[in-house]
Each structure stands twice: as structure tokens, then as C-alpha cells.
């Protein structure tokens, strides 16, 4: 439910009035009528503009909140019942007995790869306590490489090498496109044939990613899920610890 002003509510009570009353009016005069009618409702809108921005600002602060208590629903849920949300999502250890970081990533995103390396340094250092998960978000309308590195990753997650095509993708984001990408699995010993079969049939599971991301109100990356909080960018690794 919208939470709405005292002002704003008798500005749209002076403009009910004065519809009706032109309503009638228009009847017998339509065009002098919704001249009258549109004169009126902009010197409404000019008399009260803070009753307006206010209606306003609440509504945003009321989509935030929403949107925040969905995110922390979720990362609740990636505590008491993980496998719903991890699902077959490339991940670096157990999921029981363990804190799992889920991550949503652009492999393009210059602020993921500045995250990768924190995040690395992170689960390296709390292995036994620490299980990351990887989901993919690309953002495709500003980085043009991002689906196609993402099909990448995944292809390599079918050979069991998707952390270090993972890991190259991110180390090596200036050169992200095909003939980065088939080195690169090249260099891990990958079957090409099976890579480029995999690469094809990619799209659903990233579209699984996207779609929870969507369901979730995730439009950003990096966004982190991390002992039931939820937050954003490359955010400094005391951070991981102060919450593990």
C-alpha cells in the first residue's frame, strides 16, 4: 500500500472536483473545457510541488524497502536451504556446514574483476569454513562481450574447468572475444568439440541466472548474498571477514 500525503491527497481532491465539474461543462463545450481542464490541473501541480516530490520520494523509499526485503528473504534461504538457489551452479566446495558466498558476476564488468581478485584472496584464505558460488548476470546492453564469455565458462564448467576459465576471463578482460576464448581452452587441455557443442547450449542456464536475478531485483554487478546480507560492488575483503 502506497503511503500518500495529507497534501497530496487534497490536491488530487481539488482536481477530482474540478473534472467532474468540467465533465459536465465539456458536454456543451468540449474543446473551451479541456483547455480549462489541463489550465487547471498544471496550476494545481504548480500550487502544491512539494506535495508531489513527497508522494514521490516515498514511493522510491517504499520500492527500495521492498526490494531490499526480497534480496535478504533470499539470502535467508541461502542459509536454511541453499540447493534451491545454488542448483547446478558452478561452486568451489560443499554446501553443508559451510558459508556460502554467491556472487553475481559480468565477466566484462571492470568492477567484478576488481572484485574477483578480493574474492579470491578471500575463499583461499577460509577454504574450510568458506563455499563460493557463481552466478551469471551479463549485463549484455553495455558490455558486448559478456554473454559470449559467459558461454565460455560454462562450456568450461562441463569439463570441470570453469574456476580457471574464470579465472582467465577475469585476468584477461582486454582481450575478451573467440580467439581468447579457444586459446584459452586450448591451453586447459579442453575438448574442442565438446566446448564449442557446450557453448551452443548455454543460454538456458544463464537465462536461469538472469531470471533469479531478476526475481530477486538484482540489476547491477558485482552483488554479493554472504551470512543473510545482501550487498554490492567491490567492496573491500574486511567485509568478508567482519561477516564470516
Known amino acids: 500500500m502506497f503511503y500518500f500525503s495529507h497534501k497530496f491527497i487534497q490536491m488530487c481532491s481539488v482536481v477530482m472536483v474540478a473534472a467532474l465539474a468540467l465533465l459536465v461543462w465539456s458536454c456543451a463545450l468540449p474543446a473551451q473545457a479541456n483547455a480549462n481542464f489541463e489550465r487547471q490541473v498544471l496550476e494545481v501541480i504548480q500550487q502544491h510541488p512539494e506535495a508531489i516530490m513527497e508522494s514521490v520520494q516515498n514511493y522510491k523509499r517504499q520500492q ?29 566446495g560443499d554446501l553443508e556446514n559451510r558459508a556460502i558466498l554467491l556472487e553475481f558476476s559480468d565477466f566484462q ?3 567484478c574483476a576488481k572484485a574477483h581478485d578480493t574474492i579470491k584472496t578471500f575463499v583461499a584464505q577460509h577454504s574450510d569454513q568458506v ?6 548476470l551479463p549485463l549484455a546492453s553495455i558490455h558486448s562481450q559478456a554473454i559470449p564469455a559467459a558461454k565460455a565458462a560454462y562450456a568450461a564448467q562441463q569439463q570441470g574447468q570453469f574456476w580457471e576459465f574464470h579465472d582467465a576471463l577475469f585476468q584477461n578482460q582486454d582481450q575478451l572475444g573467440e580467439e581468447f576464448y579457444l586459446k584459452t581452452a586450448r591451453q586447459l587441455h579442453l575438448n574442442l568439440e565438446q566446448f564449442e557443442r557446450d557453448r551452443a547450449n548455454a543460454m538456458e542456464i544463464i537465462s536461469e541466472d538472469t531470471n533469479l536475478a531478476t526475481q530477486m531485483k538484482i540489476n547491477g554487478t558485482p552483488f554479493f548474498m554472504f551470512q543473510g546480507q545482501v550487498f554490492s560492488g567491490a567492496v573491500p575483503i574486511e567485509k568478508f571477514e567482519n561477516l564470516l
Open 64 to 92: 527500495r524497502e521492498q526490494i531490499q526485503a526480497t534480496q535478504e528473504a533470499f539470502a535467508q534461504d541461502l542459509i536454511t536451504q541453499p540447493d534451491g538457489i545454488v542448483g547446478s551452479s558452478p561452486r568451489t
Open 109 to 111: 564488468c571492470p568492477f
Open 131 to 136: 563455499t563460493l558460488v557463481y552466478k551469471h
